[in-house]
Structures are given as structure tokens and as C-alpha cells.
Nanobody, 124 residues
Framework: QVQLVESGGGLVQAGGSLRLSCAASGRGSSRYAMGWVRQAPGKEREFVAV????????YYTDTVKDRFTISRDNAKNTVYLQMNSLKPEDTAVYYCGAHTSFRTVLAGGDFGSWGQGTQVTVSS
């Protein structure tokens, strides 16, 4: 089982930037695909981005593709989400997730492990 701890959320004005971090620990955690989902009040949970552990392949949902960048530091077992040009509709709780299979996540599968979430609020 992998443990995930997020940090970096906060309040920012529209057009601003934030960087989220997620530190993973536990057996095999360095070999997990890691990514982010978000959930806004009253809405369904939404996939945001995922990165593969082996070759750094990434995938984004269309609404963030040109604004957010996911990256990882395998030596630190940490994944980052750089969020630029933030919009009020990006306001949500962001959860870090991990899964042993990058392909499963790409196919729409859910992450198997989750962090506690971090609030991102974008004011207009």
C-alpha cells in the first residue's frame, strides 16, 4: 500500500499560479503511475492528469492541457502539478492518486490509492 501526502493548495486570483506536491511512500511507490483528480462542490470527481513512472509519459484532461504541467522526481518519490493561468472553475479539492498501472488510468480506471486532498480556490 502506498501512502500519499499532498501540499501546496491555497487561494489565488484568476490568472495566477500554484504548484501542488504529492509525496509518496511505501513499498514499490516509485513504480506507481501518479496523478491528480479534483472535486468541486456539488460536482463529480474529475480526472486532471497522470504521469507514468518509467518514461515520464503524461496525459491531461482537455480543460487543463495547455495550463497545467505534471512532473515527477523519482529520486524523491514526489509528483508535482504546476497550475498556471488558473480560472475560478479550477476551484476544487485536489487529490493525489497512485496506481500500479498507467494503462489502467489511461483507460479510465480509478487510482487505487489516494491522498487526503488539498484545497485550491481561485477568486475572480
Amino acid at each position: 500500500q502506498v501512502q500519499l501526502v499532498e501540499s501546496g493548495g491555497g487561494l489565488v486570483q484568476a490568472g495566477g499560479s500554484l504548484r501542488l506536491s504529492c509525496a509518496a511512500s511505501g513499498r514499490g511507490s516509485s513504480r506507481y503511475a501518479m496523478g491528480w483528480v479534483r472535486q468541486a462542490p456539488g460536482k463529480e470527481r474529475e480526472f486532471v492528469a497522470v504521469i507514468n513512472w518509467s518514461d515520464g509519459s503524461t496525459y491531461y484532461t482537455d480543460t487543463v492541457k495547455d495550463r497545467f504541467t505534471i512532473s515527477r522526481d523519482n529520486a524523491k518519490n514526489t509528483v508535482y502539478l504546476q497550475m498556471n493561468s488558473l480560472k475560478p472553475e479550477d476551484t476544487a479539492v485536489y487529490y493525489c492518486g497512485a496506481h500500479t498501472s498507467f494503462r489502467t488510468v489511461l483507460a479510465g480506471g480509478d487510482f487505487g490509492s489516494w491522498g487526503q486532498g488539498t484545497q485550491v480556490t481561485v477568486s475572480s
